[in-house]
T-cell receptor, first 114, second 111 residues
Framework: AQTVTQSQPEMSVQEAETVTLSCTYD???????LFWYKQPPSRQMILVIR??????QNATENRFSVNFQKAAKSFSLKISDSQLGDAAMYFC???????????FGKGITLSVRP | DTGVSQDPRHKITKRGQNVTFRCDPI?????LYWYRQTLGQGPEFLTY????????KSRLLSDRFSAERPKGSFSTLEIQRTEQGDSAMYLC?????????FGPGTRLTVL
């Protein structure tokens, strides 16, 4: 079975600083997608960034970037210039199986200190 | 707005009652997923539709759960004879291919 592990339940960052959220996964597949989703207190899940496993280049979306280490099965999210609006729960997810369902980690609660 | 919508947003019911949730996916997304999320946990996959065909169901989906997607448009998730353990957020997501977009969810509370 596919597993996604987020070992840090909570993290805190000072506004304007950088924070890295960790994620590891386990899969026997060679081609797959990885995602980071953000879930603010309003609870709607929002896509932050995605990475295609066959691409060696790390994905970047504005202040969000990933460090994708395929051999180590590691997929961390870096948030630069943290803003108060970044405070949320962040989930790492892997697309699995022929039907592309997502397997999620337990999530990490990020707080941003003003 | 063309995002995924879900109705109702909140549902409180008594144990033993039946409930039905609706999901309207993003137009032209042929893939639709249902997930369940309990407090403090990540979502767990329940079932998947490609157009109107239900192609995968999780072991989590007991016989009391049924889902449909008539004509490949909106989808419904019904829970019969609800139990307190069914209390959770039920999330719907749609996808054109490789990225899923989530709705706001339906929060179910079973008393």
């Amino acid at each position: 079975a596919q597993t996604v592990t987020q070992s840090q339940p909570e993290m805190s960052v000072q506004e304007a600083e950088t924070v890295t959220l960790s994620c590891t996964y386990d899969t026997s597949e060679s081609d797959y997608y990885l995602f980071w989703y953000k879930q603010p207190p309003s609870r709607q899940m929002i896509l932050v960034i995605r990475q295609e496993a066959y691409k060696q280049q790390n994905a970047t979306e504005n202040r969000f970037s990933v460090n994708f280490q395929k051999a180590a099965k590691s997929f961390s999210l870096k948030i630069s210039d943290s803003q108060l609006g970044d405070a949320a729960m962040y989930f790492c997810a892997q697309e699995t199986g022929a039907n592309s369902k997502l397997t999620f980690g337990k999530g990490i609660t990020l707080s941003v200190r003003p | 707005d063309t995002g995924v919508s879900q109705d109702p947003r909140h549902k409180i019911t008594k144990r033993g009652q039946n409930v039905t949730f609706r999901c309207d996916p993003i137009s032209e997304h042929n893939r639709l997923y249902w997930y369940r999320q309990t407090l403090g946990q990540g979502p767990e996959f329940l079932t998947y539709f490609q157009n109107e065909a239900q192609l995968e169901k999780s072991r989590l989906l007991s016989d009391r759960f049924s889902a449909e997607r008539p004509k490949g448009s909106f989808s419904t998730l019904e829970i019969q004879r609800t139990e307190q353990g069914d209390s959770a957020m039920y999330l719907c997501a749609s996808s054109p291919w490789d990225t899923q977009y989530f709705g706001p969810g339906t929060r179910l509370t079973v008393l």
